[in-house]
């Protein structure tokens, strides 16, 4: 698809989107919009509009249409598993996930009868996406190859089809490292996608290695830094780290270090199922884990019950403010909710304090007291 058609594709699919009045959960602490150290950031690069409007961007974790949320998806084809949190990002102008599964027709198999680990979603995932108001999704991770080259490409299909913008993952490897790139509200955005897990041995190795973008520190910072040229706001989906586990290791952090310092407003980590904290360079936050979203906990892991969406504000007059956003995952039906009704006021106290004890293993991170939707902003701490 190319960028005159990803663009065209948002505009009708924007011109739809809900825009809410401020809330609580939209007033995090601003932050300045400093140029990285060695980065020139273009105040206004080539051919961006020239009115730039209130844009709302929103990014969650790992969406899986595999397993039993696969099969959910085949019995009803009103199935809309992200309902439980429309609240949380109904006003969004751009909506940003990780697709953990493929989207592929295996005649009703969504999980592998040999590898619970191999799994896949059915073509009917691309229109939930749509349906759901995702504008895009990352593709670059360890599950990109589970039912083969085929499966993979296939997937691109329904996507496109859908008109949900991918990123991360293409019929070539410089697609699958090209960003997606389009406009909204007058910013000229792109997205990268690249994982740092492999399923299948060594992916320089594999066939997939001219399919599925790397997290190649020296080639990605060059594509970032390429990217800010020509664009207001530059993102990067990271897939990488341990699982389960509550802080990202060294690997990790020295990966996120140099794709940082070519630029990205934000980065979005995801593959540990559980949530990680916030590093902040010169006022861009990079979220390491925001967990699960429409994904199965694992039994003995709590905390893979619970997930959060990134909610990033840019006004008009440059200013910048962050939030996180948690919700609970309901156990069989591996749907988001809100964090109310009978045990909304324990959860929010719970995830709040969790988040500030992880945050303080990696970083200093402000935050302001939870909101009736346990919502939260977030800026920079004094390290």
């Known amino acids: 698809m190319t960028a005159l058609r990803i663009v065209g594709t948002f505009l009708l699919a924007l011109a739809g989107a809900l825009v809410g009045t401020a809330s609580a959960r ?63 990002w109904a006003d969004a102008d751009l909506r940003i996930v990780n697709l953990e599964s493929q989207l592929t027709d295996q005649g009703g198999e969504t999980q592998s009868p040999y590898d619970r680990l191999v799994f896949a979603g059915p073509p009917a995932g691309a229109e939930i996406l749509s349906a759901s108001g995702i504008h895009v999704v990352s593709t670059a991770n360890n599950h990109a190859w589970d039912y083969g080259k085929a499966a993979l490409l296939e997937t691109l299909v329904h996507l496109d089809r859908s008109g949900v913008a991918h990123a991360g993952t293409g019929v070539t490897r410089e697609d699958a490292e090209r960003p997606v790139e389009l406009e909204v509200k007058g910013y000229r955005i792109a997205l990268f996608s690249v994982t740092q897990i492999w399923n299948y041995g060594e992916l320089a190795k594999h ?55 070519a630029g990205p407003d934000a980065l979005f980590g995801h593959h540990p199922h559980v949530v990680h904290g916030v590093r902040w360079f010169g006022g861009r936050p990079a979220f390491h884990s925001l967990g699960n979203f429409v994904f199965g906990s694992r039994r003995g892991y709590p905390w893979t019950r619970y997930g959060m969406l990134a909610r990033m504000i840019f006004e008009e ?67």
């Open 26 to 88: 939209e007033s995090p602490v601003s932050t300045p919009d400093p140029a990285p150290d060695g980065v020139a950031v273009a105040a206004k690069p080539a051919g961006a509009s020239a009115t730039r409007q209130r844009l709302v961007v929103v990014a969650g974790g790992d969406v899986s249409f595999g397993r039993e949320a696969g099969q959910s998806a085949l019995a009803d084809a009103g199935y809309r598993p992200f309902r439980g949190i429309e609240p949380l």
């Open 207 to 261: 066939p997939g290695r001219e399919h599925v973008a790397w997290a190649d520190a020296r080639r990605v910072s060059e594509r970032l830094r390429t990217a800010r040229e020509s664009n207001d706001l530059v993102f990067l989906s990271f897939h990488g780290g341990a699982e389960y586990v509550n802080a990202p290791g060294a690997m990790v952090k020295n990966f996120v270090n140099r794709a940082m310092d």
């Open 317 to 383: 007059d440059g200013t910048r403010r962050f939030s996180l956003c948690p919700y609970r995952i309901e156990i069989g039906t591996h749907e988001p909710h809100v964090l109310d009704g009978r045990y909304g006021a324990y959860d929010r106290e719970r995830f709040y304090r969790h988040f500030q004890r992880i945050s303080a293993e990696i970083g200093s991170t402000v935050l302001s007291e939870p909101d009736a939707f346990g919502c939260f902003a977030i800026s920079p701490g004094t390290p």
